[in-house]
């Protein structure tokens, strides 16, 4: 009888924590994709973080540098922010915009709310679907009609800054 009260406690601790609300994968914008990929899978205070880019660094030899992906370890929020303790990921804040979940960077959290306008490197939207080929969304579903009547096509930010102001 005994043997059957510690088997149940056991069971009972080896169940997995709690859901976080900003469990989930976080994807790049689409238009953004062809230059650059990002992707963030938060789960029970774990991540798993993917990054690419057309710009590659190199050693004398030809041999990629920087970290190997996906980065992994645990994370834990504070407030909006939420901190990685792997330092290959950098911090991002939580914000809900146009309905839609996102994770910033901190300089395009800051272009956002001092200028209302959406830094497109910088942000991930959070999407249904899971692991490494979820589509990306446009970054057109975090404008509000005022911004798609404006912005008839995307603009590359590296070349025109940030897209323009939102409507607050």
Not at 34 to 53: A, H, M, T, V
Not at 127 to 148: H, T
Request: aromatic share 10%; proline share 4%; hydrophobic share 35%.
């Amino acid at each position: 009888m005994l043997m059957g009260v510690g088997v149940c406690a056991v069971s009972a601790s080896a169940k997995s924590q709690p859901r976080s609300a900003v469990d989930g994968l976080y994807v790049i914008p689409a238009e953004v994709r062809g230059y650059q990929d990002e992707r963030l899978e938060l789960k029970n205070g774990r991540f798993r973080y993917w990054f690419s880019s057309d710009a590659v660094i190199v050693d004398e030899y030809g041999r990629k540098l920087g970290p190997k992906y996906p980065a992994r370890g645990t994370f834990r929020v504070n407030g909006n922010r939420i901190v990685f303790s792997n330092s290959d990921v950098k911090d991002r804040y939580t914000d809900v915009v146009n309905g839609v979940s996102v994770l910033w960077q901190l300089e395009s959290k800051r272009i956002w709310e001092r200028q209302h306008k959406i830094y497109d490197y910088g942000v991930l939207i959070r999407v249904a679907a899971r692991g490494a080929d979820a589509e990306s969304p446009s970054i057109r579903v975090l404008y509000d009609a005022e911004m798609r009547k404006k912005q008839k096509q995307w603009r590359d930010p590296f070349v025109h800054g940030p897209t323009m102001k939102a409507k607050v």
